[in-house]
């Protein structure tokens, strides 16, 4: 039975053919600005734009923050504008699923060997408040009427620091609540042996216990604000009563 010979030409041309066809995907330059961006899952991103891409998907800063989008989500478009590899994805995957295990580990770890996380002694900086609004019983008035409006001023001066410096803590505390609210819960997706791929949401529970005590300190703060303005307003009324005293 004669065996067919392709000639070199054939060779050549279907090797070019093959080149022509890898060097049309062109490079992505990168931040790539894509507008709103609605995955094959249903899922909208506004304002998106492409920053960064790994072996499982691209990474994304859009209106509402930051995000990985796996390719398998992507319009086709899109995920055909880069280059994939099945099995360097699979490799990441396992990669990142041992981290997130072992940080899981270590995270619980240190719940049991430290008091209960959201506790007013939670460690990992989240420790008890060391001040706020200096919310002080009335001072003792002793001595003349100019004496005690003196006595009461410093009272007050002493009462607005403490003020400001709650409001600080106010400040700090929103600050960190938001942040471990949002990064509380992230998407994780496992792909099969068949191609197909799951994604579900993680949740933290230690970051949401986190949260829930950054919320609970600056509520504590605000209260401290609230008896101390009360506590200013009395001072007043005390120092206007006693000027009119030295009037008569």
């Known amino acids: 039975m004669p065996v067919s010979v392709i000639p070199p030409t054939v060779k050549f041309i279907a090797w070019l053919l093959l080149a022509t066809a890898a060097a049309a995907v062109e490079p992505v330059k ?13 899922k909208v991103f506004e304002a998106a734009k492409v920053t960064g891409h790994d072996a499982v998907g691209v990474k994304i800063i859009h209106a509402g923050g930051l ?7 992507l319009p086709k478009d899109l995920a055909d504008r880069f280059p994939r590899d099945r099995e360097a994805a699979k490799e990441q995957l396992d990669k990142e699923a041992k981290a997130e295990a072992a940080h899981d580990r ?3 770890k240190a719940a049991v060997e430290t ?4 506790s007013d002694d939670e460690a990992e900086g989240d420790t ?3 001040g706020g609004a200096a919310v002080e019983g009335k001072p003792e008035l002793k001595g003349n009427p100019e004496v005690k409006i003196a006595t009461l001023n410093a009272y007050i001066s002493r ?3 403490g003020i400001s410096k709650a409001n600080g803590i106010i400040i700090d505390a929103n600050a960190k609540a938001s942040k471990y609210a949002s990064t509380a819960t992230t998407q994780v997706t496992r792909y099969s042996s068949n191609g197909t791929s799951t994604t579900r949401d993680v ?14 300190r600056a509520a504590r703060e ?7 303005q009360t506590l200013i307003a009395d001072a007043k009324a005390q120092i206007a009563s006693l000027q009119r005293q030295i009037k008569e």
């Open 128 to 130: 008890a408040d060391t």
């Open 115 to 118: 008091k209960t996380p959201g």
């Open 67 to 73: 995000a990985r989008v796996e390719y398998a989500r």
């Open 222 to 228: 605000q209260e401290k604000i609230a008896q101390a």
């Open 159 to 161: 009462l607005e620091d």
């Open 106 to 108: 270590a995270v619980d």
């Open 203 to 216: 949740v933290n529970k230690t970051r949401l216990n986190r949260a829930e005590f950054q919320r609970k």
């Open 30 to 42: 990168l931040p790539l600005d894509v507008g709103t961006l609605k995955t094959r899952d249903g």
